[in-house]
């Protein structure tokens, strides 16, 4: 069908286009979707943070004990360690 003006109008009872029941359980379904990928990442955030966090305590940890301990061992060492010259 065409109108006078040349536009073509959409005959009522296309299948092709979807209903307004069609579309609000589309609608529903991908906001299911959404809350459950939501749900699914902060489950992970919070697993995998708490490792983050550690793995970070650690490695400060370690470089204080290097500072602490093995940086004065080296500024104490001479230039030779029994008889061997470190150079």
């Known amino acids: 069908m065409t109108g006078g003006d040349g536009i ?11 209903t307004v029941e069609s579309k609000e359980t589309e609608m529903k379904k991908v906001e299911e979707l959404g809350a459950n990928i939501y749900a699914e990442s902060a489950k992970a955030v919070r ?7 550690v793995a970070i305590i650690v490695a400060i940890l370690v470089w204080v004990f290097a500072r602490v301990v093995f ?14 010259p470190l150079t």
């Open 8 to 18: 073509c109008a959409k005959a009522e009872g296309n299948a092709s286009e979807p």
């Open 71 to 84: 940086t004065p061992i080296a500024e104490g060492l001479d230039e030779e360690i029994l008889g061997w």
């Open 47 to 53: 697993e995998v943070g708490a490792k983050i966090i």
